[in-house]
């Protein structure tokens, strides 16, 4: 894995489309969550009580749900890169094996969701201990939310690759990738009752970093039946599991 890591990062650093969406996304965290505190309610500032930890952690990784998509379009652009410009074929004809480029990716994702996960605990970190009342005493008290954060953006990221895998064209699969996002599972879930619908893979990925408020709109929605994060987490591995599975057997199925 270490080897095959290595491999990646020697296309991905000198690779400015990965800079520019890494940095994107990195920019975008931090003008959400600033954004978000600085919203006027009832003539106060919201980040009164969203930069105070413990609950510091769950509204950030709440907020930062929201750009999960950035990550997934750069996995289908890295993986589709490679039919586009044959590489694939050539790590297979100097010798690897297709479980090995599986997971050259897989280790790729963790990497970036290991960046992801670090920079959105470190940007927690800045504005909580700028703005907290409570100080250090109560800064990891709830901080598990960003292991959920981290499960999730992965699971968003190998949901990807099982469709660039299967797409290979990267301009359709990113479409194919953002309608089953924000379309089509949401459309299924409507037809669903609550308790199935809750184990479908984006919505037991959503459950991992909840709406503060959360209870609040699940009563208006009707929402009777839901996972808890840490309900969730276990559907989400399995998931995480499942589409890197599914991407072996397609590139194992498939010509080069």
Known sequence: ?????????????????????LLLQ?????VFFYARGNVMVNGQMAGAELYQFPKLWMHLTYVSSY??????????????????????????IDGYSRADVVQSKASVILLLALLLAGYVFLLGMGFGLYHSKEGAASMFTEAQYIFYYLVQVMGYMALAMLVAFWVRKTGLAIMVFLAYTLVLERLIQWQTPDTIDKYFPMKALSALTPNPHSELEQLMLGITDFLTPG?????????IGLFGFLSYQLLRSRDL
């Open 1 to 21: 894995m270490t080897s095959l890591l290595r491999i990646e990062l020697r296309k991905l650093l000198p690779y400015s489309t990965f800079w520019v969406l």
């Open 26 to 30: 990195a920019a975008l965290l931090f």
């Open 67 to 92: 750009l999960n998509l950035i990550p997934g379009i750069l996995i289908i652009i890295l993986v589709s890169d490679e039919y586009t410009f044959r590489t694939l074929r050539q790590q297979v």
């Open 231 to 239: 309900q969730a987490l276990v559907p989400a591995v399995l998931y």
